[in-house]
């Protein structure tokens, strides 16, 4: 059978994509030379950009040289080499490749009927992760656009748990009320999840932490007492593997326990640190596990995977589906009741097809290569720590945490009492504003710190060498000034 003659919009497809190809390889290849953070002021792109949507049609050459001239400037480079603020979102070549099919498929996988690739293939990476990161057998789950839409999920299932599927079906009224507790550590998102969830902000209990910024466990049992006693439902615990500010762990073991005796709903939020698990080495975090209800951590962050990709597993699929279950008759399927349909365990129906770009990493990288990459942004973040400790006018504000620092520049002789925290605001705009590397803010103990967090694919140690030269630099002249 030979193939029909392509169309003329086929043949144009191809030449523009074997085109933005070459152009995706240079970028990928030549990112490094690229000032990291975007230069843009506010408004600057709009600007750029100004103009309504054009009445007929415009040939891509001339969208390219707009999006290469005006769009491009404004674009803060998350893949550079040396971006190391917030945590990673790394991507790779074979997660690109695959998020070019995926698109030309434009697939849409809400139910296994729409796309049985789609489901099944989803439940084939989510076991390959749950094998790679040592967690329990009979954990499936989902893939989520987000860690944070998988913490508002959990506290929409211990609601549901813990008012005996009253607040789904009556309204909140009936119901609760509720306390949901997290550490003083935990992520913004748990705050949202509250407020969306019904718990309300004044329903959320943040724990203190310890001396290494973990929740303390006696702290979690007075609160979960004095809810109990003022006739609040502790209905569920946020614990964190990796905090957002300094990489805390809390003790999920006690965690477990105390949520056992409580019958409360434990979550646990590893949306950076879990990628680590794939290395044995960190799997202490995780002992204790057995007794999670549900657990996300994100690919999108340090595995390689272009966002959005978050593995969300649960201990019962059955609890979770009942809780996000509706059924409109245009929804049924004659295979319904033999497959998974996803959509029943996320809040939106539509569901991209985000298997396949894991599928690429997993396959293509190997196991062992992945864990290669974890590995070396870990040592390489070893190094820096040494190194920030034997400089006389820097400190470490934390323990490192896998591949995330804080430090501060604090000049040889200065006391606490000085105004280090204006000195260490002014140095990070500095390094940001050289291009050379991209760092954060960080707060410890109420003070300004520096975060720095490795993980991009392409960071060799020169790249952070180069970034920590920047960093001494800039602040030897402010430290002289
Ligand atoms: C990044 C982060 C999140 C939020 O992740 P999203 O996928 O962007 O929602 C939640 N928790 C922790 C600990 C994080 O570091």
């Not at 099919?101 to 729409?114: R, S, V």
């Not at 649960?314 to 409109?328: G, K, M, Q, W, Y």
Request: hydrophobic share 40%; proline share 6%.
């Amino acid at each position: 059978m030979s193939a029909p003659p392509p169309a003329p919009e086929a043949e144009e497809f191809r030449r523009h994509a074997r085109a933005f190809a070459d152009w995706m390889a240079d970028y990928m290849a030549g990112v490094g030379d690229l000032p990291v953070r975007s230069r843009d002021l506010p408004g600057a792109v709009m600007e750029r950009l100004a103009g309504g949507p054009p009445e007929e049609g415009e040939p891509v050459e001339d969208i390219f040289r707009d999006f290469r001239d005006a769009v491009l400037p404004g674009i803060t480079h998350w893949q550079h080499p040396r971006f190391f603020g917030y945590f990673p979102a790394n991507n790779s070549p074979p997660s690109v490749l695959a998020e070019m099919l995926t698109a030309a498929l434009g697939a849409q996988c809400m139910l296994w009927e729409t796309s049985p690739a789609g489901t099944e293939m989803e439940t084939l990476v989510l076991e390959w992760l749950r094998r790679m990161t040592g967690l329990p057998e009979g954990f499936e789950g989902a893939i989520q656009d987000s860690a944070s839409s998988a913490t508002l999920v959990a506290l929409l299932v211990a609601r549901e748990r813990a008012s005996g599927g009253r607040a789904n079906r009556e309204g909140l009224h009936g119901a609760g009320p509720f306390a949901a507790y997290a550490s003083a550590e935990a992520h913004s998102s748990v705050e949202k999840g509250a407020m969306v969830a019904g718990f309300g902000l004044e329903g959320l209990r943040r724990i203190p932490v310890d001396g290494a910024f973990a929740m303390r466990p006696d702290a979690l049992e007075a609160a979960i007492r004095r809810d109990r006693a003022e006739g609040r439902v502790p209905a569920c615990v946020v614990a964190t593997l990796g905090t957002t500010g300094v990489g805390g762990v809390d003790p999920l073991a006690e965690i477990g326990e105390i949520c056992a005796r409580e019958g409360a709903y434990l979550h646990v939020d590893a949306a950076w640190a879990g990628s680590a698990l794939l290395l044995e080495e960190h799997r202490d975090m995780i002992r204790g596990v057995e007794r999670a209800d549900s657990f996300v951590f994100n690919p999108h962050k340090w595995l390689f995977t272009n966002f959005d990709c978050s593995a969300h597993y649960v201990r019962s699929a059955e609890e979770l589906e009942r809780t996000l279950s509706v059924f409109p008759e245009y929804l049924r399927t004659e295979a319904g009741d033999r497959v998974t349909d996803y959509r029943n365990r996320s809040i939106p129906l539509g569901r991209r097809f985000r298997a396949l770009k894991l599928w690429f990493v997993i396959r293509n990288y190997g196991v062992e290569g992945l864990r290669r990459l974890i590995r070396g942004h870990i040592a390489m973040a070893g190094d820096l720590e040494r190194r920030i400790a034997a400089d006389p006018d820097f400190e470490l504000m934390a323990p490192r945490s896998l591949a995330l620092l804080n430090f501060r520049l604090r000049p040889a002789g200065a006391g606490d009492g000085e105004d280090l925290d204006g000195l260490n605001a002014e140095l990070l705009r500095r390094v940001n504003e050289s291009g050379i590397a991209y760092l954060s803010p960080g707060r410890v103990g109420g003070r300004h710190s520096i975060r720095f967090a490795i993980g991009q694919r392409a960071t060799t140690p020169e790249d952070v060498e180069r970034a920590w030269r920047e960093v001494r630099r800039i602040g030897g002249e402010l430290a002289g000034a």
